[in-house]
């Protein structure tokens, strides 16, 4: 059973960093890729961040330059730098896997962490 467990989140003020931590067990991660998704207040879920099994990297516009994604596949983690951090990066933040090695943007992903949440103050 895959199972994601997200931890890192908390309050931080404007130009602060964050990071996140996604711990993964059920199976081995580095033949897979990882994301990492965000949902604010009365918004769709969006794409934040994605690095696939060999290592590539994607990111959402709002992100790049400011936010950094890494994988440690030794302890099967993943890991989300968040820096400069802003009052609208606040949001519940989830760490997701699939069942493919590419994490492109449009990815489908198959499973979900439960979530952890960053709050920016201005």
């Known amino acids: 059973q895959v199972q994601l467990v997200e931890s890192g989140g908390g309050l931080v003020q404007a130009g602060g960093s964050l990071r996140l931590s996604c711990a993964a067990s059920?199976?081995?991660?580095?033949?897979?890729?990882m994301g990492w998704f965000r949902q604010a207040p009365g918004k769709e879920r969006e794409f934040v961040a994605g690095?696939?099994?060999?290592?590539?990297?994607y990111y959402a516009d709002s992100v790049k330059g400011r936010f950094t994604i890494s994988r440690d596949n030794a302890k099967n983690t993943n890991y989300l730098q968040m820096n400069s951090l802003k009052p609208e990066d606040t949001a519940v933040y989830y760490c997701?896997?699939?069942?493919?090695?590419?994490?492109?943007?449009?990815?489908?992903?198959?499973?979900w962490g439960q979530g952890t949440q960053v709050t920016v103050s201005s």
């Open positions: 059920g199976r081995t991660f580095s033949s897979y890729a």
């Open positions: 690095i696939s099994s060999t290592g590539f990297t």
């Open positions: 997701a896997t699939r069942n493919g090695w590419r994490a492109s943007p449009n990815s489908a992903y198959d499973y």
